[in-house]
């Protein structure tokens, strides 16, 4: 691994582990609201990246990690409401054309 790999995969384990911990503790009213969004933004982007641009194909969820539909929904509709998008939006962008998937992670 690089050096810039080991630091991100370095600094992704340590944020995972810090807001599990302030979720078990129901402390989530201490992380500021402006570092949710500096996080969330930046990880759609990489993600997309990754998945769009270099065609990879993994599932966004960290191995053994789970969001509820809760989760899911109210990420989904305040990132659509954002981008100004509507439902019939991402209807269109699910019927697009995507890369053949390889294997669980893309590179299986």
């Known amino acids: 691994m690089s050096e810039s790999e080991v630091e991100f ?7 995972t582990r810090v ?4 979720l078990a503790l129901g402390a989530t009213a201490d992380i500021p609201d402006a570092s949710v969004q500096q996080l969330l933004t930046t990880a759609a982007r990489l993600y997309a990246r990754k998945t769009d641009e270099e065609g990879r194909s993994f599932t966004p969820l ?13 990420t989904v509709m ?3 409401q954002a981008a100004d998008l509507n439902l ?3 209807a269109m962008w699910a019927g697009r054309a995507q890369p053949v998937r ?6 299986e």
């Open 9 to 15: 995969a370095s600094l992704a384990a340590n944020t």
């Open 62 to 74: 960290a191995d053994g990690q789970v969001l509820t539909a809760t989760d899911v929904a109210v």
């Open 78 to 80: 305040a990132l659509m």
């Open 88 to 90: 019939f939006d991402l």
């Open 19 to 22: 807001g599990d911990h302030l």
């Open 102 to 107: 390889e294997g669980r992670n893309g590179n």
